[in-house]
T-cell receptor, first 110, second 112 residues
């Protein structure tokens, strides 16, 4: 079942923060986050595995709450290069392929 | 390493024609995937493969066929193209199922 992402779209000014949420009606084993720039292929950001861990690199981090079956992606002090569509992909177990959400379009303006 | 390569980049088909989208990876990954992406709909899995000779259906397999004779190649075949198959197609690979997926650059297909 396709995870639900919110918001569908967000516009930020440089330096502002944003949160993108991903929730599922099924028990989650893992959550993957990808970013896709216009006309390009999706690029991997990070994976969070069952265990409620939080991960991050640079100013992008994510959390995974397996009890609530949801993950959040945090972008702090946004830069123009953060613009793109962010997808979460959820795994229900180690034996099933990911199911991707519809994406959240993030636009960062000067 | 070239990563994941796809050919062609663009293609226009007439209704009823057939074609094969090529996908090759040089990372020795066991898992390979085909997705289609329609505006605002995210990535939908068409087929995937867990290794040479083994393939399985994804969410939207109708109208497509795949084969995996080698670790490197995972072609997607469209038989009797229909306008509903107009989309951007991405091939991806990963070392194991629940791990980073590496995407190819995509093929933009239009069926008229």
């Amino acid at each position: 079942q396709q995870p639900v992402q919110s918001p569908q779209a967000v516009i930020l000014r440089e330096g502002e923060d944003a949160v993108i949420n991903c929730s599922s009606s099924k028990a989650l084993y893992s959550v993957h986050w990808y970013r896709q720039k216009h006309g390009e292929a999706p690029v991997f950001l990070m994976i969070l595995l069952k265990g409620g861990e939080q991960k991050g690199h640079d100013k992008i981090s994510a959390s995974f709450n397996e009890k609530k079956q949801q993950s959040s992606l945090y972008l702090t002090a946004s830069q123009l290069s953060y613009s793109g569509t962010y997808f979460c992909g959820t795994g229900g177990s180690g034996n099933t392929p990911l199911v991707f959400g519809k994406g959240t379009r993030l636009s960062v303006i000067a | 390493n070239a990563g994941v390569t796809q050919t062609p980049k663009f293609r226009i088909l007439k209704i009823g024609q057939s074609m094969t989208l090529q996908c090759t990876q040089d990372m020795n990954h066991n898992y390979m995937y085909w997705y289609r992406q329609d505006p605002g709909m995210g990535l939908k899995l068409i087929y995937y493969s867990v290794g040479a000779g083994i393939t399985d259906k994804g969410e939207v397999p109708n109208g497509y066929n795949v084969s995996r004779s080698t670790t490197e190649d995972f072609p997607l075949r469209l038989e009797l193209a229909a306008p509903s198959q107009t989309s951007v197609y991405f091939c991806a690979s990963s070392p194991i199922l629940d791990n980073t997926q590496y995407f190819g650059p995509g093929t933009r297909l239009t069926v008229l």
